[in-house]
């Protein structure tokens, strides 16, 4: 019955150094304490309507929706993807959960 047993689990380039055993730290630094690591950059999968796929955006965690809707817009016009947008400017848009919501997530 080993079969139905789950798969070992895997650790993949967790950063240089770094060993899979909690407390333990193969790289130098001396330092006692143990490190947390910190999310960095989050991938946002943003559809602007009647467009034929996402605009994908890395950002920081910490940006407000305001930025986000400004990043997609400048990456919809810089890839020139259709339909055109009328005006860059993310105040005159709105960003929604997703098509089927009309709850809207109110910039900040």
Known sequence: ???LAPPKRQNYGVG???SSEPGLNNG???GGGEERRRL???LFNVTI????GPVQVMMLPENTVAELM???IDVHVKEKRRPLMGSSDPVCYELHY???SLQIIMQV
């Open 16 to 18: 240089r150094g770094a």
């Open 98 to 100: 997703s098509q089927f």
């Open 40 to 42: 960095t950059k989050v």
């Open 70 to 72: 400004k990043a997609a």
């Open 28 to 30: 130098g630094g001396g």
């Open 1 to 3: 019955m080993d079969s």
């Open 49 to 52: 309507q009647n467009s034929l």
